[in-house]
T-cell receptor, first 113, second 112 residues
Framework: NAGVTQTPKFQVLKTGQSMTLQCAQDMNHNSMYWYRQDPGMGLRLIYYSASEGTTDKGEVPNGYNVSRLNKREFSLRLESAAPSQTSVYFC????????????FGDGTRLSIL | QKEVEQNSGPLSVPEGAIASLNCTYSDRGSQSFFWYRQYSGKSPELIMFIYSNGDKEDGRFTAQLNKASQYVSLLIRDSQPSDSATYLCAVMDGTSYDKVIFGPGTSLSVIP
């Protein structure tokens, strides 16, 4: 049972390059999320998607775009990477009952030089 | 901006003691609250969730919720070195029910 799968696990980019982080879940969850986590900090919500075809901004959306390709997949794109976007990125999913927790992927460690 | 705050760490407790982790939130409409544990270099894993005022117990863990005070806490009894991790409080937005906001986390160290 894969759960939430993120690819890649590690990536190094140069400033100005673009990249798409992939996330897929096999739990038939409606809601999916992208968070970033910086050293010593909690998770900050970038974007989320309550259902296929919908996306909403979170706390820190600037510099990112997302696509909810289908119910399973939710991708995060950096169009022009900046050193400030160096972080660990977590994807999560949950069913849409109010008391259900999120399930997290293993994270993508992204460094931008 | 709706906020979630946690007591600043790091928190150090001796093995066998009770660790107390606190979280406050700004959104009065929030109904669901989660505690996650995160080991260094790993993804968060669910410890407890609570949505009713009062206490909820699961083994050595007790979550406490006071909606009037906008306060949720996690108590860890008989702390073990394996409990050493960062604990994240997560709050479901009171209006956008799919939106979940995390606090900054509290680092706990259990000293043998």
């Amino acid at each position: 049972n894969a759960g939430v799968t993120q690819t890649p696990k590690f990536q190094v980019l140069k400033t100005g390059q673009s990249m798409t982080l992939q996330c897929a879940q096999d739990m038939n969850h409606n809601s999916m999320y992208w968070y970033r986590q910086d050293p010593g900090m909690g998770l900050r919500l970038i974007y989320y998607s309550a259902s296929e075809g919908t996306t909403d901004k979170g706390e820190v959306p600037n510099g990112y775009n997302v696509s909810r390709l289908n119910k399973r997949e939710f991708s995060l794109r950096l169009e022009s990477a900046a050193p400030s976007q160096t972080s660990v990125y977590f994807c999560a999913s949950r069913t849409d009952s109010f008391n259900q927790p999120q399930h997290f992927g293993d994270g993508t460690r992204l460094s931008i030089l | 901006q709706k906020e979630v705050e946690q007591n600043s760490g790091p928190l150090s407790v001796p093995e066998g003691a009770i660790a107390s982790l606190n979280c406050t939130y700004s959104d009065r409409g929030s109904q669901s609250f989660f505690w996650y544990r995160q080991y260094s270099g790993k993804s968060p894993e669910l410890i407890m969730f609570i949505y009713s005022n009062g206490d909820k117990e699961d083994g050595r863990f007790t979550a406490q919720l006071n909606k009037a005070s906008q306060y949720v806490s996690l108590l860890i009894r008989d702390s073990q070195p394996s409990d050493s991790a960062t604990y994240l409080c997560a709050v479901m937005d009171g209006t956008s029910y799919d939106k979940v906001i995390f606090g900054p986390g509290t680092s706990l160290s259990v000293i043998p």
